[in-house]
Nanobody
Framework: QVQLVESGGGLVQAGGSLRLSCTAS????????VGWHRQAPGKQRESVAF???????NYADSVKGRFTISRDNTKNTAYLQMNSLKPEDTAVYYC?????WGRGTQVTVSS
């Protein structure tokens, strides 16, 4: 089973930026879609962005124009660049690859 490790979360003021990373073990990373999801306290988990093995991307309406998903298959790593952060972006962010999920990284945006 693939293991995923997220990093890059933290506390940032509204309008600031963070870049999340997700590093995968194993050799299947390059062949699979990678997804970033988030879950805020008391809310359901929601999908934020996806990127295919070929680099096609898709975003939730709430983050379009502010977040950018990318991947480096040579490093088995996917990224989520988050700009113009808002307090409503506060959540635990999870990386997903196939049936595997990371443990999440906390993002807190202060107003």
């Amino acid at each position: 089973q693939v293991q995923l490790v997220e990093s890059g979360g933290g506390l940032v003021q509204a309008g600031g930026s963070l870049r999340l990373s997700c590093t995968a073990s194993g050799s299947i990373f390059r062949f699979n879609v990678v997804g970033w999801h988030r879950q805020a306290p008391g809310k359901q988990r929601e999908s934020v962005a996806f990127i295919t093995s070929g680099g096609i991307t898709n975003y939730a309406d709430s983050v379009k124009g502010r977040f950018t998903i990318s991947r480096d298959n040579t490093k088995n790593t996917a990224y989520l660049q988050m700009n113009s952060l808002k307090p409503e972006d506060t959540a635990v962010y999870y990386c997903q690859l196939g049936a595997s999920w990371g443990r999440g990284t906390q993002v807190t945006v202060s107003s």
